[in-house]
């Protein structure tokens, strides 16, 4: 357009210029100099101008295009947070397959850019971006032909492939090793983590109706509850709930104790349950941070720090009792705390002031939890600023702060706990 524009102007000015030069006095030839002057820097403004309203319009068109393109986006992400909320939650109903179906596939079906872009109420790119491990590594134990002894596992349950083979599955494969008679299953109470499993993974786990119907249509006529939970708490008291629904379609039905055994009444009750886990779960720690003992640690200035879940439920007493247990059993560099601050002594910020106050200066982190799951990696672990590795560094009062991601499901000590209280139910 620039370009034909400047050519007819130029045209017109060496028209001019010829007209003007015959017998032109030279007052007129600088007039018609002036005009064609005139005339070409006219060309040339229109042509700049010309030229800018198409790269203005150039300009919009792709603003235009990036915004419809973020749009729609957005739009995808949106429907797959929303998806993922509707399955992020604590009761199966008869859409939990295909919603859980519906939400991989759509996820699936998203660009990289718009991964990034999920985000709802519960939903974000972990739920199906995080690799937490190998699935195929891990035995849901939801196979028939149970026949008539059952043993029943019950636990939590987690979305970390690795945590729940090998320390979910650690626990369940010793007892298989200790009752090579009985057929040993799965089930987990949080339906919120069996449908993530099923929805990333397509790994079907049961849940507690599910196996207890599982158990009754394979007619199970002895059925043993072995519950993998720390404590007699909330969760433990739904456990025996479902149970007695279905207690008249066995034989029998006996529930063995969780990991800690009975509570207790006052902080300061321990039992023999309380001081093998204390005694395993510390040996650990010290085995995988390279010393040859706790005192050894202790030496090198070296506080071990326990978290736990903590819980508003009256068996929060426990934690009281196991950090109790620890000083019974002369761990004067072991602390026990929880995420949820309950009791209030092992809220994070009060184990802080508690290591910082006996003189340590280098913390290592571990779970008190029978899996290494969503708790350990982000809440203890995590890089957030509110994570205890994150608090405790921040808090400017240690040289050093470690972590060991690993769950108590995994220690030969634990499970042999769990094996001992089948034992006492069983035989």
Not at 42 to 54: L, M, Q
Request: charged share 30%; aromatic share 6%; net charge negative.
């Amino acid at each position: 357009m620039r370009k034909k524009i400047l050519t007819a102007f130029l045209a017109t000015a060496m028209t001019v210029t010829l007209l003007c030069g015959c017998g032109s006095k030279k007052e007129e030839t600088t007039t018609a100099t002036e005009k064609v002057t005139e005339a070409a820097t006219a060309a040339t403004t229109e042509a700049k101008e010309s030229e800018t309203e198409v790269a203005t319009d150039e300009a919009s068109e792709t603003e235009a295009a990036t915004e419809d393109k973020a749009a729609s986006d957005k739009a995808a992400a949106d429907e797959v947070a929303a998806l993922i909320d509707a399955i992020y939650v604590q009761e199966r109903t008869p859409e939990t397959d295909a919603q859980c179906t519906a939400a991989k596939q759509a996820w699936d079906a998203l660009t990289d850019e718009q991964k990034e872009l999920v985000e709802g109420e519960n939903a974000d790119p972990d739920y199906f971006g995080r690799d937490t491990g190998d699935a195929s590594k891990d035995d849901p134990r939801n196979a028939d032909d149970i026949g008539e002894n059952e043993i029943l596992v019950v636990s939590f349950g987690t979305s970390f492939n690795d945590s729940r083979s090998q320390d979910i599955g650690g626990i369940e494969a010793a007892i298989a090793e200790s009752y090579p008679d009985w057929a040993v299953r799965r089930a987990f109470t949080a339906q919120i983590i069996i449908n993530h499993v099923q929805a990333r993974d397509d790994e079907k786990i049961d849940n507690m109706d599910q196996a207890l119907e599982r158990a009754v249509a394979n007619g199970v006529k002895n059925l043993v509850i072995q519950p993998t939970h720390l404590m007699h708490g909330a969760e433990y008291d739904e456990l025996k709930e479902a149970v007695d629904k279905y207690a008249d379609k066995f034989d029998s039905v006996r529930i063995s104790e969780p990991l800690l055994g009975e509570v207790g009444a006052t902080g300061e009750d321990v039992n023999e349950d309380k001081e093998r886990v204390a005694k395993a779960v510390t040996d650990e720690a010290v085995k995988e941070s390279g010393y040859d003992s706790l005192d050894a640690a202790k030496e090198d200035s070296v506080a071990y720090v326990f978290m736990g879940h903590g819980t508003s439920h009256a068996a929060k007493v426990t934690y009281t009792q196991m950090q109790s247990q620890m000083k019974a059993l002369g761990y004067e560099n072991v602390w026990v705390g929880t995420v949820e601050g309950e009791p209030e002594e092992t809220a994070c910020e009060n184990i802080i002031e508690a290591v910082s106050a006996a003189g340590y200066k280098k913390v290592i982190l571990r779970p008190l939890m029978v899996v290494a799951g969503d708790h350990a990696n982000n809440d203890m672990a995590g890089d957030e600023e509110d994570s205890w590795k994150s608090m405790f560094f921040n808090s400017g009062k240690f040289e050093s702060v470690d972590c060991q991601i690993t769950g108590m499901g995994s220690i030969a000590d634990i499970q042999k706990i769990y094996t001992d209280h089948l034992k006492a139910v069983i035989e």
